[in-house]
């Protein structure tokens, strides 16, 4: 069964104090794996897609990486306003449906 | 202009009773998604439209019953409600290509509280 599982479950950083979040993922055959940013009462917003181990994506502080087994989602230097709850899919070969995992909540204090 | 919208935001009801989500997404996607979020933040799929064309049914209760009128809009009807029923619906959708569903677009989310 495609499953995907997200460690930690909650991580509380000092603003500035660098660190990875990870997903690791059990699928037959891996069309994409997506990451997202939820914010309390909000919708997940779309953060990055990775289709292919060795693949990395940048936007700001966040870089995401993928191997096959799993995806780490790097933060440097964060800053108050990245504290959300992290958010990791995959997507199946032949599947156009997601599988979530069930996120990290980073907290980052000033 | 929102991209995807959803109303109610919020929905409290007692057991029983019948309740409806609206979705409604102006950003041309051709899929589009019902997802349940539960306590435990746990995003699973619910249901998916192409063009109006139901794809995904996974293992829901047929007290839920999704509609399509058009490939911009997205009902969820869920009949008889349950306190398992309590949860968030969000709904999404996406431009599905060769490179698969591509990223998805949710909406803001109804919280539903069964009493």
């Known amino acids: 069964e495609d499953q995907v599982t997200q460690s930690p479950e909650a991580l509380r950083l000092q603003e500035g104090e660098s660190s990875s979040l990870n997903c690791s993922y059990t699928?037959?055959?891996?069309?994409?794996l997506f990451w997202y940013r939820q914010d309390p009462g909000k919708g997940p917003e779309f953060l990055f897609t990775?289709?292919?181990a060795g693949e990395e994506k940048e936007k700001e502080r966040l870089k995401a990486t993928l191997t096959k087994k799993e995806s780490f989602l790097h933060i440097t230097a964060p800053k108050p306003e990245d504290s959300a709850t992290y958010l990791c899919?995959?997507?199946?070969?032949?599947?156009?449906?997601?599988?979530f995992g069930a996120g990290t909540r980073l907290a980052v204090h000033p | 202009d929102t991209a995807v919208s959803q109303t109610p935001k919020y929905l409290v009801t007692q057991m029983g009773n019948d309740k409806s989500i609206k979705c409604e997404q102006n950003?041309?996607?051709?899929?589009m998604y019902w997802y349940k979020q539960d306590s435990k933040k746990f995003l699973k799929i619910m249901f998916s439209?192409?063009?109006?064309?139901?794809?995904i049914n996974e293992t829901v209760p047929n007290r839920f019953s999704p509609k399509s009128p058009d490939k911009a809009h997205l009902n969820l009807h869920i009949n008889s409600l349950e306190l398992g029923d309590s949860a968030v619906y969000f709904c999404?959708?996406?431009?599905?290509?060769?490179?698969?569903?591509?990223?998805?677009?949710f909406g803001e989310g109804s919280r539903l509280t069964v009493l």
């Open positions: 950003l041309g996607h051709d899929t």
């Open positions: 990775l289709y292919s």
């Open positions: 439209y192409n063009n109006k064309e139901l794809i």
């Open positions: 699928v037959s055959g891996l069309r994409g």
């Open positions: 999404a959708s996406s431009q599905v290509s060769g490179l698969g569903t591509g990223e998805l677009f």
């Open positions: 899919a995959v997507q199946a070969i032949g599947y156009n449906k997601l599988i």
